[in-house]
């Protein structure tokens, strides 16, 4: 049975027993909501067992030149050397955890709950903030009604096979596609707790059921730049499982089942093609065609 997850169910949610933490909030109070006349942010960074990328994520946040910024960080049990990367930076992290958690979704549902910016982002493990995202994101909300105002920007995305294109987020796009890149969204804290969060239904795409719940009762604009980078696809990349979650979230939202089955086959056929090309090492061949679209 589907069923979406709120704010208020995470706010009483109690903690994993085997739950650490650090960051400034837990040595002393910060009322960053005050701190200014500028709007607080938030950014989640979601992570588990990432020691090869997170350092150069929590730099890029670190690094942003926008005064009322809160940092929190999300790890799921980390079994290497993640958490010591974290703990090097406590300093400048306003809060983080550690514990095991129900996959990416419930972290990122966490993270949500825990902020207390008036506009929030989620930016995963591999993934990087270019110099000045935030003063953009900030300018541009500032300059809208706020209300269910959703900013975004062109991701940069580079697959593991080295092809690199930009991802454009056009939300006229969203009832086809996942037209709009979650690691350059930036969501007001309202807009969460009109809808709800991101449903545990759903391993990998539970971002894009999300957009598909709210965009015919939002307003999304766009900074005409690259401001993130993402890294080489991770859960998502698992296409075959990504595959049969596309299957139930179409027949959800009132597609017909059959037709979706049809599609899904389509899409089946497809991967495994893919999968045949990946094995002759020609796949990038392939990429670099399909990804052009993005850059035209």
Same mark, same amino acid.
């Given at each position: 049975m589907y069923q979406t997850s709120t704010l208020d169910r995470y706010y009483h949610q109690s903690p994993h027993l085997n739950r650490i933490e650090g960051g400034k909030r837990t040595h002393v109070f910060l009322d960053k909501k005050r701190a200014c006349n500028l709007p607080l942010i938030s950014i989640v960074t979601i992570v588990r067992n990432s020691e090869e990328y997170i350092e150069r994520t929590i730099k890029s946040v670190i690094e942003q030149t926008y005064q009322n910024l809160e940092y929190i960080i999300i790890d799921g049990d980390s079994t290497d050397q993640t958490l010591n990367i974290i703990k090097k930076y406590s300093n400048k992290i306003d809060y983080w955890l550690s514990e095991p958690d129900r996959g990416i979704y419930d972290a990122m549902n966490k993270g949500i709950a825990l902020a207390s910016g008036e506009i929030i982002a989620v930016l995963n493990a591999g993934d990087y903030y270019l110099p000045n995202t935030v003063e953009l994101v900030i300018a541009l909300y500032q300059a809208s009604d706020k209300k269910h105002t959703l900013i975004a920007g062109t991701t940069q995305v580079t697959t593991r096979h080295g092809v690199t294109y930009n991802y454009?987020?056009? $939300? *006229? +796009? !969203?009832?086809?596609?996942? #037209?709009?890149?979650?690691? #350059?969204? &930036?969501?007001? !804290? *309202?807009? =969460?707790?009109?809808?709800?969060? =991101? #449903? /545990? +239904? =759903?391993?990998i795409i539970s971002d894009y059921d999300f957009l598909l719940r709210i965009h015919k009762n939002i307003r999304l604009l766009c900074i005409p730049r690259v401001i993130t980078h993402m890294a080489p696809m991770g859960a998502s990349g698992n296409y075959f499982v990504k595959n049969i979650e596309l299957h139930r979230?179409?027949?959800?939202?009132?597609?017909? =089942?059959?037709? #979706? !089955?049809?599609?899904? /086959? !389509? &899409? &089946? $056929?497809? +991967?495994? /093609?893919?999968?045949? $090309? *990946?094995k002759m090492g020609i796949w990038w061949m392939a990429e670099k065609i399909i990804y052009k679209k993005y850059d035209s």
């Open positions: 454009v987020p056009i $939300l *006229e +796009n !969203i009832d086809k596609r996942m #037209s709009v890149p979650q690691p #350059s969204l &930036f969501i007001p !804290i *309202e807009t =969460y707790k009109c809808f709800g969060l =991101y #449903s /545990l +239904n =759903y391993r979230l179409r027949v959800s939202h009132g597609a017909h =089942y059959l037709y #979706s !089955i049809m599609i899904m /086959l !389509i &899409f &089946f $056929l497809l +991967n495994c /093609l893919r999968f045949m $090309l *990946e």
